[in-house]
């Protein structure tokens, strides 16, 4: 109940932080910040302490204009506002071995410039139905964890781990050293999603519909696999996707 109520909080109260020194004391306090947005072409001593102190953490600074910020907050930003977040990101790293020690077998989602905030939500709802363990995202280029995330998740962004890291290729990379296999849903293979024996601890990345999975991605992974098409419509909603490769990889461990 606790995390519904700041959820509730931030929505009410448009929970931000505004003004630069105020932005930099609660980046050394530990605050949950979803993003710091930027006036663009922003300078002076003050600010460049603010980039320094964010070079030692994951949370995305944005550029943007100053019309932006305005409309967030009326109050004097300085031409800074963080955006605090319902959710406390965590590390992969350390979400792996603790997989292991309880004696299950990892099932990670990761998610390649996956930025609709309703299509983040439906893939934690699916993901938490299917019991995936985590799901990973990129620093920059992802869903923000909203108000609107949360609805769409009925509540699931709450119950499973989010990851948020600054390479997924160097993420990737972990998980196969940690012994997972990684799988990318992609079109640009013959090899269908029953091909891979999800059975193994497994790591499935999924691209934006636009772009799809990054070659950088696609080139680490241990198997591309895509979804059988019959119509006219040759591409499905990225959060329809992941439920259907999700969905196999739970069939074949629960036969």
């Known amino acids: 109940m606790d995390n519904f109520r700041k959820l509730q909080r931030a929505k009410e109260n448009n929970e931000f932080v505004f003004g630069i020194r105020a932005v930099i004391e609660a980046v050394k306090a530990g605050r949950d910040i979803e993003t710091i947005y930027q006036q663009r072409g922003l300078g002076g001593e003050l600010f460049l302490e603010l980039k320094a102190l964010l070079k030692d953490t994951l949370i995305p600074l944005n550029s943007v ?45 990761v998610l390649d410039s996956v930025t609709d905030v309703r299509n983040m939500g439906a893939i934690a709802r699916t993901a938490a139905c299917v019991g995936v363990h985590a799901i990973v995202v990129p620093l920059k280029n992802a869903a923000q964890i909203n108000a609107d995330a949360i609805k769409t998740s009925a509540g699931a962004l709450f119950s499973i781990p989010i990851c948020r890291h600054a390479n997924l290729h160097k993420t990737c990379l972990f998980l196969q050293e940690s012994g997972l296999q990684v799988v990318a849903c992609t079109e640009k293979t013959n090899d269908f999603i029953y091909a891979p024996d999800y059975t193994m601890p497994t790591a499935i990345v999924m691209g934006s519909e636009d772009e799809g999975i990054s070659n950088e991605l696609l080139r680490v992974a241990d198997h591309l696999a895509k979804i059988p098409m019959a119509g006219k419509i040759e591409s499905l909603n990225v959060s329809v996707a992941a439920g259907v490769i999700l969905y196999e990889a739970i069939r074949q461990r629960s036969v």
């Open 65 to 109: 204009p100053v019309e932006k910020l305005n409309r967030m907050s009326q109050k004097n930003h300085q031409g800074v506002i963080a955006v605090i977040s319902p959710i406390t990101y965590q590390n992969i790293e350390d979400i792996i071995p603790a997989v292991f020690e309880k004696g299950e077998v990892p099932l990670i989602l």
